[in-house]
C-alpha cells in the first residue's frame, strides 16, 4: 500500500511543500494553512499542476528541459523505486502501452516492477490508427507481441480514453479480477495514464457513487513528461479495494528525452495518423515511372530526428511514414545529406527548433539494417522509433489491392539515423489502413496454444 501519511497534491501526487516557489508540490503559506486547519489537504493542487492545467510546458524528471534543482528533482531511478513495493504484495496492474510508439513505450523491466501479479494490458490511442484499420487484426497483433514478452497477461484491451472505445471492457475486468485489491496503473510517461484514469472515472461513475466522487479531484492531464511525480490514491471502487494513478517510468531511449520541453506537443499526434509514402504515386510519378523505383542513393529525413539511407533497396519499394504530421518529410541525395542537415536543421527539419539548435547534437547513433523482402503483397516489416512512430517498408499498390510485386522481393539494406541514446526496433508490421486486413494473417494454433493466450477486447 502506498504512503499516505504526508499530504501531496492531488493532481501529480508530489508532497506539498511551501518553500521552493518553481518545484513541484509548491503552494503559498497561507493557502497550505488554511487547507490544513480546516483538513483539507487532499483537495489542494500545486502552483506547477495549475500552470500545466492551463497549457505551459514544465517537465520535472530528468532529461532535456526537466526541473534539475532544489529537493522535488525525481528521477528515472527514483520513480522505479517508488513502485518497487508492488513487486511483493496482491496488487492487479493496469498497464498501458501507446499503440503509435508500441515497442518504445512498453516497459521493457515491467516485470521487475509488477512481480508475478496478474496484468492487465491497456492499449491506448487507437482512435489515432490510420482509417478503415481492422481492429481484430491489431489486437491479435498486440497478443503476439505480448506473448514474447513472458508476462503474466490475463486480457488485453483496445481502448481510446478520447472516444471511451473499450473502456467498459477495462471496466468490466477490473471488477472481475480486482478480488478486493488495490488497483495500480503502470506505464511509460506519456501512455495517456491520467486521461485513461478520467475516462475511467467518467464511465463508472454513472453506477458507482465513490467514482463519481473521486471526478472532483481527477489527475492533471499534460503532454509534459513527469506530470504525475508520485503515487496518487483514488478512491474508485465500492467495496474494498483503491485505485492508484502512478508516476510514468520515464524511458531514456524515447525522443522526448532529448526534445526541448516546449517541442514536446509537436511529438503527440492529435488526429488519425495518415501515413505518408516516399515514393508517392501521382498521375505524374506512376509505378513504372524511373522516380518512383529510384530510391538507392537517396536519404529520407523525417523532421530533424530521424535520417534513412537507403543503400540497396529492390524496386517498387516504398517506405511509408506514421507519426506526427508536423514533422515534415525531405529526400536528398546522400551525398548531399550531411550538409543539407547542417544547413537545415532547426530551420525546416524540426524539432529540434531554433531555440535548441545551438545545444543539439546530432544524430549521432547510426543502425544499418538488413532486411529480407520475402513477401510480395504485404509488408517486408516495421521500423519503428522509440518515441515517434514507424516507417512501413512495403511494396507499391498495397492500398489498391493490385496483386503481384515480384520486383520487390529481395534484400533492403539501410542506415537509419537517429539521436543518442533513442533506440530503433524493427517487429513484424502492424495491420493498419484497409490493406492490413487483406495481407495480416492470423497464426494457427492448437487448442491448447489457443488456451494460454490472453483474449482480447475492444
Request: aromatic letters at 6%; one cysteine or more.
Amino acid at each position: 500500500m502506498a504512503s499516505t501519511s504526508v499530504a501531496c497534491c492531488y493532481g501529480c501526487g508530489a508532497p506539498l511543500q511551501t518553500v521552493e516557489l518553481d518545484a513541484p508540490g509548491y503552494v503559498d503559506l497561507e493557502t497550505y494553512e488554511l487547507k490544513k486547519r480546516h483538513h483539507q489537504l487532499k483537495t489542494v493542487l500545486c502552483r506547477r499542476c495549475k500552470l500545466l492545467s492551463h497549457g505551459r510546458m514544465i517537465t520535472a524528471v530528468g532529461g532535456h528541459g526537466g526541473y534539475s534543482g532544489g529537493m522535488q528533482f525525481i528521477s528515472a531511478e527514483e520513480l522505479r523505486e517508488k513502485l518497487s513495493h508492488l513487486r511483493h504484495e496482491k496488487v492487479l496492474i493496469v498497464k498501458l502501452v501507446d499503440i503509435v510508439d508500441f515497442n518504445g513505450s512498453f516497459l521493457a523491466r515491467v516485470r521487475d516492477l509488477a512481480g508475478s501479479n496478474p496484468i492487465i494490458l491497456v492499449v491506448t490511442k487507437v482512435d489515432l490508427l490510420p482509417k478503415s484499420t481492422d481492429l481484430n487484426c491489431v489486437g491479435d497483433w498486440v497478443v503476439e507481441a505480448t506473448m514474447k514478452k513472458k508476462l503474466n497477461v490475463i486480457s488485453v484491451h483496445l481502448t481510446s480514453s478520447k472516444s471511451l472505445v473499450g473502456i467498459v471492457g477495462v471496466i468490466s475486468e477490473i471488477q472481475k479480477e480486482k478480488k478486493g485489491r488495490d488497483v495500480y496503473i503502470l506505464g511509460a510517461a506519456n501512455v495517456g495514464k491520467s486521461a485513461f484514469i478520467n475516462a475511467l472515472l467518467k464511465m463508472m461513475a454513472s453506477k458507482d457513487p465513490v467514482a463519481a466522487a473521486a471526478q472532483k479531484y481527477k489527475p492533471i492531464q499534460s503532454a509534459v513528461p513527469g506530470t504525475t511525480l508520485g503515487p496518487i490514491q483514488i478512491e474508485a471502487f465500492q467495496g474494498g479495494g483503491k485505485l492508484f494513478d502512478t508516476p510514468g517510468v520515464h524511458l531514456h531511449h524515447r525522443q522526448a528525452a532529448v526534445v526541448h520541453s516546449e517541442d514536446l506537443p509537436i511529438l503527440a499526434p492529435q488526429s488519425r495518423l495518415r501515413g505518408q509514402s516516399f515514393p508517392a504515386v501521382s498521375a505524374k510519378n506512376t509505378v513504372d515511372s524511373p522516380h518512383a523505383i529510384g530510391l538507392n542513393g537517396f536519404s529520407i529525413f523525417w523532421g530533424g530526428l530521424v535520417r534513412i539511407d537507403l543503400l540497396q533497396v529492390p524496386p517498387r519499394t516504398r517506405l511509408t511514414f506514421y507519426g506526427p504530421r508536423k514533422l515534415k518529410i525531405s529526400t536528398v541525395q546522400t551525398v548531399e545529406a550531411d550538409k543539407f542537415y547542417q544547413k537545415e536543421v532547426g530551420a525546416t527539419l524540426t524539432p529540434p527548433t531554433s531555440r535548441q539548435r545551438e545545444s543539439w547534437l546530432g544524430l549521432l547513433a547510426v543502425r544499418k539494417l538488413q532486411i529480407n523482402y520475402e513477401y510480395e503483397k504485404r509488408p517486408a516489416c516495421d521500423i519503428a522509433i522509440s518515441g515517434l512512430g514507424w516507417i512501413a517498408i512495403e511494396p507499391f499498390g498495397l492500398e489498391t489491392l493490385d496483386g503481384s510485386n515480384p520486383e520487390c522481393i529481395g534484400e533492403l539494406q539501410l542506415a537509419v539515423h537517429v539521436p543518442k541514446p533513442v533506440e530503433i526496433f524493427v517487429r513484424p508490421p502492424l495491420p493498419v489502413g484497409k490493406a492490413g486486413l487483406e495481407w495480416y494473417q492470423y497464426q494457427e494454433l492448437t487448442e491448447e496454444e489457443e488456451e494460454l493466450r490472453p483474449k482480447w477486447y475492444h
